[in-house]
């Protein structure tokens, strides 16, 4: 039997280029595995930071250890949507994501519900929260927001917290504390505000109606400081002729530094 690619120098030769062909690639396939198993060998294939972002209600440490991700783990030893959606189970988060970031961080971003007010529970005050719910325990950071005081019917807090959120959030930060004020009636509010005024009211279309409290004080510069009564028109009465010795009764917020935990 004769070999041809023997006796054609070119036949040979392409034959050799095919070799070193799928030399080279084994060659090079056999360094890639190499270098694959070496990394996750080595120190580079591990967490060495975990960082929450936007965490007020729940500590960071909290979010950590609800992803199930600790310094030292295998970087590419957990899927990102399940622990997210660990992360997403925790009281007070809305939705949350994790990602890896540069060589060997991962960053826990969670969106929590906004704390739209505060509320008082055995001594202690808790956020209620946009959607409606009462935050488990104290924020781990201090809440600029309003105190509610005597809401005890849950769909009633929920009327006053809608409200609350329709609100502007510069008008919202001037609200010290809510209290309902009358058995009768379970609408009825009055809000304490940081400048000093009282406004009286009710729930449905309270928003709707604080809209317009800065333009309201801003011609009450002369009359001093006393109730404004939004509940059917508009009216203002001075401190004096609503308490006798020109002085508001002391509330809450202004014991508890305006709603903040300390």
Do not use: C
Request: glycine residues 10%; without cysteine; charged residues 30%.
């Amino acid at each position: 039997m004769i070999d041809i690619e023997e006796r054609i120098p070119s036949l040979r030769e392409k034959r050799k280029r095919r070799t070193n062909r799928k030399f080279i690639f084994l060659l090079i396939l056999f360094l890639l595995v190499l270098a694959v198993l070496l990394y996750f060998q080595s120190p580079l294939s591990k967490v060495d930071e975990v960082r929450v972002e936007g965490a007020l209600l729940n500590s960071k440490e909290d979010y950590v250890r609800a992803s199930g991700i600790s310094v030292g783990d295998a970087l590419w030893g957990f899927r990102r949507f399940e622990a997210a959606g660990s992360v997403s189970s925790v009281q007070g988060v809305e939705e949350a994501a994790v990602e890896r970031t540069g060589l060997r961080s991962v960053v826990i971003k969670v969106n929590e519900w906004v704390p739209a007010a505060l509320i008082e529970q055995e001594g202690r005050f808790h956020p209620v929260l946009s959607n409606g719910e009462v935050f488990g325990k104290p924020a781990a950071e201090p809440v600029p927001a309003p105190i509610l005081s005597g809401f005890s019917d849950e769909k009633t807090m929920e009327k006053m917290v809608g409200e609350l959120e329709a609100l502007p959030g510069g008008i919202r930060t001037l609200i010290s504390e809510i209290k309902r004020t009358s058995e009768e009636d379970p609408d009825a509010i009055t809000a304490y505000m940081t400048d000093g005024y009282e406004v009286r009211g009710i729930i449905p279309g309270f928003a709707e109606k604080m809209e317009y409290y800065p333009s309201i004080v801003s011609q009450l510069t002369d009359e001093g400081k006393g109730v404004i009564d939004l509940e059917v028109g508009l009216y203002f009465r001075p401190y004096e002729e609503v308490y006798g010795d020109g002085a508001a009764p002391e509330t809450e917020g202004e014991e508890d530094g305006g709603g903040e935990e300390e």
